[in-house]
């Protein structure tokens, strides 16, 4: 195959950020997604409906002409979320889910969640008004070693959140072990769950040995080979429940190349190109547009895109850095050559 014409992709996870770093990434995600849902961990977190609809704002004003590309915004869930904002904000159509950080877990996270019990009455409501909850899922708890703390979040929180709100609609996000992909395949269709790009292709030997790779380092942290291969099966398998959220969440350089740097991975300028050779590695390209364009759409109630998106076996030219009014931010590099492109 040297061609392949999809659906349009959307990114179910995405870091836009505010000012000059979104306008300096934006466009690579318009460029080839048409719909994505916005994270909101900026700094102040985007709590309220109202500092929803003024992030949308930024975004629509920060696009380039003529692009289409349409914000999905989400609401950052904190122990003081007041349902019924909640529930206008999603009557109106301006908001597609409510993201729960735990407190601490990942950056930007100080106003989450710690206290679950506070957050009851929301999740009772997001449950009857079939509004989705993306979930980070990390336990924080410092005994527990950073390699297993999205397997015990599963058995700590995720599942009594699901056995407690019937009905939820849970997105695991950034699933990065085999236990989330078995948990996930076990689960009626109330549960989806989004795989970066990153992690179909970097293990923890990518970040670890032969010397430190900042710029593989995110959260959750990549795993051993057995889970980054688990990640793969489920990816090209096209069960619905599995969908692209890239996670690209960009971060200068200066700020990954620290004695403490940020987590984070810069993937909005080639994920399709990526995912395509992995797609074709793995004998699945025919599964490319259920991962990227159909399954995501399938679990919002929302449309496919009409619009499609072409890819050539051509060897792919991307930059090596983006540049910002902050300073340069690294693209991620997937460590082989690209061989596909977006036409
Ligand atoms: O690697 C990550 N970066 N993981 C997250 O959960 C947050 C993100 C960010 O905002 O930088
Ligand atoms: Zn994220």
Redesign the pocket.
Known sequence: MTSLTISRPDDWHL?LRDGAMMRAVLPWSARDFARAII?P?LVPPVVTSAQAAAYRDQILDALPQGAAFEPLMTLYLTEDTDPDDVEAAHASGLVRAVKL?PAG?????ASGVSDFEKIRATLDRMAKIGLPLCV?GEVTDPDIDIFDREAVFIDRVLDPIRTSTPGLKVVM??ITTSNAVDYARAQDDTLGATITTHHLVINRNHILAGGIKPHY????VAKRESHRLALRAAATSGDARFFLGT?S???TDANKLLPCG????FTAPNTMAILAHVFEEDGALDSLEAFTSRNGPGFYGLPVNADTLTLTKQPGQWPTHVDTDDGPVTVFDPGFDLQWSVA
């Not at 877990?105 to 996270?109: C, G, Q, R």
């Not at 940020?262 to 991975?265: H, L």
């Open positions: 870091h994270m961990n950080y877990a990942t950056t930007n996270s980070h996000e950034h380092y995110c959260l959750p996670d969440a960009p971060h940020c987590a984070g991975c």
